[in-house]
């Protein structure tokens, strides 16, 4: 053993409370009699813990001794507990009692006992005991002395203790705000800076303030956040969260939780709305999915209130359809000077074809695409605007039914406000209600409110369908006047989207010929009944009065569409044999639906004799997500093995799998939906790490006869066929070659992605950023696979330095050699469980 290195480190050695009280000045020594009595205090608080009789007796010697105040810091000190003073804690009941004794006798312990005090408190970490010895020290009058202590708390990444403190002291005035709990978000520690606001709420706008400057897109968060890591010398940065769009959304949260008008978050409201534009771009040219009408409704609606964005409006849309933004500079009065180039190019009369563009057109959807149509004519679609309707369809038409679908409308809100329920749905099987919020939302009517609660709501002998129910529930909840009280979940409330779920998880087969898979009210509607929702005014701005007959139609279909699915669902189980009502209940109080059929182990794996032997190239898996680490595994094999999407149902990924011809890995076992899909065809390989026994059981419950020929026939990280095999001599010009590249990379061109790339999910365009997750790619062409892919190589310096035989995947552009860790730990294991 080297005895050198031993000497050469450095021990801290952590003195004892007692040791640290001696060293700032403060008697730890107790007479005999006193420390006696100490001793049985202790033996009696092993045995009793709190009781009256125990509080007495440091009652009576509080009273009779003097030196009351020192003796309990030591007391506190000799505690096996003192550094953690819970409330059941020996030095927690000390100093409660003392504190009871200090109040009843109106006295103040001496100056010299306050920063001991404080540095008994500070070495422990329970806020309410910090409070206690705060408030019977009276240490706020030493507020001088301590900030500079706090102050350096915060310098060294000690934000918790830091705000603890100051809850205590209620130093509010004198550490800002911000330099408490920025280094907080920092870490993404927001569940601690919330538990701190709920203490001094007061505090919450001036942070909500701060974060809202930062919020401005002139304003670089990367700079401020190194500018704060230096200053408070943090650690453990969670760079993930620092950025507009999280941010962002901590401001919402903290606006909702503490009752503050988001109307206060200047630069956050602007974010919305222009996250709230893009995704109208996107839904208008990328999805089609947005009428012209509600397209102008909206953009109208939108920048109404914040015309200042209307430059950057027609800015976003000019890449997209210059005609369009044209228009909108126009209704704007934008000045000509301020246009893109592109637009002040415009021949005149395409200004003037602008100008006689006809705004009514909606000629944007397809008209080769046919949609599910509502089965009731026009007069049985009825709008209920005035409390005597309302309470006539409470009492009167509604009285009989004992099933009901509700749906509800409201405007897009890109903004600052959430939107209110504009209009509420209601469907029977002959008629649709379709009542005007706008018109009954009115305190005067809350008695009618309350009788549409009580007669439907909250009667459980009518069952209430809906899709997305709760959700529905809880903005009708938030937004009426006299239904604030209202349950959004429970006996008499049936979601479809769950019960749908269930029913498949039953054994229900729904058998589509559209071959439409997803898990919105629209794919359910048209594995029903063959043709999609018409969605062109599913974001139509619903405050406008009167209502276009296309939105009428909208609404009544959406919630008249329920009706029919609930007996079309009904039906389907009567044909196959299936308890309905039950599922139904069990859906209603959340109760876990069985499968079909729990088979044992030995029922559900077939033997080898049973199940002919296959190659690899026979064999295609589906991989559950909490099984993706045996991917590379099993493609290291040579099979074909896919990762299931998290967004599909479970019949769904059976209808894939049916399609692809594909066998399911599961880490826990479900039972077949469809008769057509056998159950031998799904393992439950269970959780936990990749053992070898784990892969020979997929390859024995399969009966997969796999040959060395078959290894490295895919990409174990892409599952992609194109593999080629480099010599040493290639891979030492290549490792040359991608080094040469690394090293001029600061000089390399970049370039951002265009508008397309900004659109490949619509929650990025509800962001509140407009750039923050646009990815710099390089413009070189140096480094890459025949296919034009950036070449990827692990531990290149130590494969350049002794080159050696490699596998290139050209579709992924990663290098497998015997150093790469993934390679080497898949080699190993998979090699292991063929022997």
């Not at 459980?460 to 529905?472: R, T, V, W």
């Not at 937004?479 to 019960?499: C, H, R």
Request: proline letters at 4%; glycine letters at 4%.
């Amino acid at each position: 053993m080297n005895t050198n290195s031993l000497t050469n480190r450095s021990m801290k050695v952590v003195p004892t409370l007692e040791e640290t009280l001696k060293s700032i000045g403060l008697n730890i020594k107790l007479d005999e009699n006193v420390q006696a009595w100490f001793n049985q205090l202790t033996i009696t608080w092993l045995t009793w813990k709190r009781s009256p009789s125990l509080e007495h007796h440091l009652q009576v010697f509080f009273d009779t001794n003097p030196d009351r105040y020192r003796i309990a810091l030591v007391f506190v000190a000799k505690c096996k507990d003192s550094k953690d003073c819970k409330p059941k804690t020996l030095p927690f009941f000390i100093m409660e009692n003392l504190h009871k004794w200090s109040c009843k006798s109106d006295t103040s312990p001496e100056d010299c006992l306050k920063f001991p005090a404080f540095r008994i408190a500070t070495e422990q970490r329970n806020q309410q005991y910090l409070n206690l010895i705060v408030k019977t020290y009276k240490i706020i009058t030493i507020k001088e002395t301590i900030l500079p202590l706090v102050k350096n708390m915060l310098k060294n990444d000690n934000c918790k203790q830091a705000s603890q403190v100051v809850l205590a002291m209620e130093l509010y005035e004198d550490i800002p705000v911000e330099d408490l709990l920025f280094p907080l978000i920092i870490q993404d520690k927001c569940n601690m800076i919330i538990e701190y606001l709920s203490e001094c709420p007061n505090q919450v706008l001036q942070l909500v303030l701060f974060l809202d400057k930062i919020l401005d897109k002139n304003v670089s968060i990367r700079d401020l956040v190194q500018k704060y890591i230096y200053e408070y010398n943090i650690t453990c940065v969670n760079y993930e969260k620092l950025h507009h769009k999280p941010l962002g959304k901590f401001v919402g949260r903290l606006c909702s939780k503490f009752n503050i008008p988001i109307e206060t978050c200047k630069n956050l409201c602007r974010n919305r709305t222009l996250g709230g534009l893009r995704y109208l771009i996107h839904q208008k040219y990328v999805d089609h999915n947005v009428s012209l009408t509600v397209w102008d409704d909206l953009i109208k609606d939108t920048l109404k209130e914040n015309s200042e964005l209307a430059l950057e409006f027609v800015y976003m849309i000019v890449n997209h359809d210059k005609k369009e933004a044209a228009k909108w500079s126009q209704y704007f009065n934008l000045p000509d000077t301020d246009l893109p180039q592109s637009l002040k190019k415009m021949s005149l009369d395409a200004v003037s074809s602008v100008e006689n563009e006809n705004w009514d057109d909606d000629g944007n959807e397809n008209p080769n695409q046919n949609f599910y149509e509502i089965s009731l004519p026009a007069d049985r679609i009825i709008i209920i605007n005035t409390p005597e309707m309302l309470y006539e369809l409470t009492n009167t038409y509604l009285v009989d039914c004992n099933l009901v679908s509700i749906d509800s409308e409201w405007k897009p809100s890109f903004g600052a406000a959430q939107s209110h329920v504009a209009l509420i749905q209601i469907a029977v099987e002959n008629y649709v209600y379709l009542i005007d919020t706008l018109a009954l939302n009115k305190p005067q009517y809350s008695s009618f409110w309350y009788d549409f609660n009580k007669s439907l709501l909250d009667n459980a002998e009518i069952i209430k369908l809906g899709f997305g129910l709760e959700q529905d529930l809880k903005q009708i909840k938030g937004s009426v006047v006299g239904l604030n009280n209202i349950k959004v979940k429970g006996e008499g409330l049936l979601d479809l989207s769950t019960l749908w779920k269930n029913l498949i998880s039953s054994g229900l087969s729904l058998q589509s010929s559209s071959g439409t898979v997803g898990n919105s009210l629209s794919s359910l509607v048209e594995i029903c009944f063959g043709y999609p929702l018409r969605k062109s005014e599913q974001r139509s701005n619903w405050e406008i009065r009167p209502l276009r007959d296309t939105q009428i139609q909208y609404a009544a279909i959406d919630a008249h569409v329920l009706v029919e699915l609930y007996n079309f669902l009904q039906e389907k189980c009567l044909e196959q044999d299936i308890n309905f009502e039950e599922i139904c209940n069990d859906t209603m109080i959340d109760k876990k639906t069985k499968c079909v059929k729990q088979l044992k182990y030995s029922e559900k794996t077939p033997t080898g004799s049973a199940i002919k032997a296959k190659s690899v190239d026979d064999v295609k898996f589906f991989v559950e997500g909490k099984l993706i680490n045996y991917m590379p595994y099993l493609r290291y094999y040579g099979i074909d093995t896919l990762l299931i999407p998290e967004t599909l149902l479970w019949h769904d990924v059976i209808n894939q799998a049916m399609f692809e011809n594909r066998y399911i890995l599961l880490a826990k076992l479900k039972c077949t939906p469809m008769k057509t899909y056998p159950q031998s065809s799904i393992l439950d390989v269970g959780n936990g790490y990749v053992t070898k026994e784990k892969l020979q059981k997929i390859q024995n419950y399969f009966n997969i006869h796999i040959k060395e020929s078959d290894f490295t026939k895919r990409c174990i990280n892409c599952n992609g066929l194109d593999l080629e095999k480099l010599t040493s001599d290639k891979v030492s010009k290549l490792c040359s070659q991608y080094q040469n590249v690394s090293s001029v990379s600061s000089n390399v061109n970049y370039t951002v992605p265009t508008d397309d790339d900004y659109y490949e999910k619509c929650d990025k365009y509800l962001s509140d950023s407009d750039d923050d997750d646009i990815v710099c790619t390089p413009t070189h062409n140096l480094c890459v696979t025949s296919t034009g892919v950036a070449i990827q190589i692990q531990n290149v310096q130590k494969l350049s330095q002794s080159p050696q035989a490699a596998i290139i995947c050209n579709f992924c552009g990663r290098l497998f050699w015997d150093g790469d860790d993934l390679y080497k730990t898949v080699m190993s294991v998979a090699n292991s469980s063929l022997k």
